[in-house]
């Protein structure tokens, strides 16, 4: 398949004559466009952009590069920069953690410590040069963004440093992360890329799951949101992901309502000096009740921003997105849809099917 470009513009598409449920119909006009939260496992980067642009490239404004290999790990794959960092020794993490990675522990002084390096940039920038290709080929479509999702210095410490290290280590990872984007936005033109940042241990923070690190655990995490977006050049699109975790498909905490979430949302958008070009947030898929997105009422955010419901989930298909689409609908008219997570930790053979599912349910964002 061949994609000719076309201005990134929302079109209105006709209803379907065959549609069995007129207020299907309905409800899927609404949702406008999709969102892939990241990673994809298919075999490399170039298999991601060919299958997800022949499926659902004219539904998304952005595509990611899978995150396959080794990288399908999410944040822990990045843990053999601490095993090869001077000063870290590794150690078991506490009984009954989320996740079984061995944690980092400082044992040197803090302003001694150099982190090697993570990977971000060396793994942005190749997977740019695939995706230039292709798109130049017209085998990507043209108003697609590069996608290039990052965990937040939060989901670093929190999963791969013990508790007591945490606030030692951080002015270090901020400090290669920062070289690490830097290196990205200078290789990549900003106008083709688009990073979005992965918010799930901080969520966690936020609801008392996992302790602070810092003295303030709310204002904390903004403080650290905000610095991270405002570091990006203001041409480069800056996203949120807001996440519970899906570690062996399950959540660390199951959210009560998304009130979390747009409580985050909203502090987000009041302290960053920047626009925010989308935030993503999870819907579980025993949520189709009013009273799980009745917090959206309350929703203050840029007019610029997108809103994503995670709200697509392969077990339960069409039937099961277009519920929750109605009842989100009876709060917010204008969103988009997603899954709750990457689909990094899935079969491959279900992706197909979800992608599917994907374009049954959103609006293409171009025509």
């Not at 990073?195 to 901080?202: A, G, K, P, R, T």
Request: net charge negative.
């Amino acid at each position: 398949m061949l994609f000719h470009d076309n201005p990134p513009t929302i079109g209105v598409k006709r209803m379907n004559k065959n549609s069995a449920d007129p207020q299907d119909a309905a409800a899927k006009s609404l949702v406008s466009g999709a969102h892939l939260v990241g990673s994809v496992p298919l075999s490399n980067n170039s298999e991601v952009f060919l299958t997800v642009s022949a499926a659902i490239g004219r539904h998304l404004r952005r595509i990611s590069d899978g995150e396959t290999g080794t990288r399908s790990r999410w944040n822990s794959w990045t843990a053999p920069s601490y095993e090869h960092t001077r000063g870290l020794e590794l150690v078991e993490p506490p009984s009954g953690s989320y996740t079984p990675w061995r944690q980092a522990k400082i044992v040197i002084d803090p302003k001694d410590l150099v982190l090697a390096p993570l990977g971000f940039s060396d793994a942005a920038i190749e997977s740019y040069g695939v995706f230039s290709s292709l798109k130049k080929s017209g085998k990507i479509p043209g108003h697609l963004r590069f996608q290039v999702c990052l965990p937040s210095p939060i989901a670093a410490m929190i999963i791969l440093i013990e508790q007591n290290s945490r606030a030692a280590v951080e002015p270090a990872h901020v400090t290669r992360l920062t070289q690490e984007i830097n290196e990205i936005v200078e290789a990549i033109p900003n106008q083709e890329l688009a990073i979005q940042w992965d918010v799930c241990q901080d969520v966690g923070i936020w609801e008392g799951y996992y302790p602070a690190y810092f003295p303030d655990a709310k204002s904390g995490v903004i403080e650290r949101l905000k610095a991270r977006a405002e570091s990006i050049p203001e041409e480069v699109e800056v996203g949120f992901h807001l996440c519970y975790g899906d570690f062996k498909h399950k959540h660390f905490l199951e959210p009560q309502d998304l009130g979390v979430a747009t409580d985050i949302a909203n502090a987000l958008a009041a302290s960053i000096n920047r626009t925010i070009n989308w935030i993503h947030m999870p819907v579980p898929i025993d949520r189709d009740d009013f009273e799980y997105f009745a917090p959206l009422g309350n929703l203050n955010v840029q007019s610029e921003t997108e809103i994503y419901l995670g709200l697509i989930h392969y077990d339960d298909g069409v039937e099961g997105a277009s519920r929750r689409i109605k009842a989100a609908q009876k709060v917010i008219k204008n969103f988009g849809a997603a899954t709750e997570c990457g689909f990094g930790r899935r079969a491959p053979e279900t992706i197909a099917p979800l992608l599917d599912l994907h374009a049954a349910i959103t609006r293409p964002v171009i025509y």
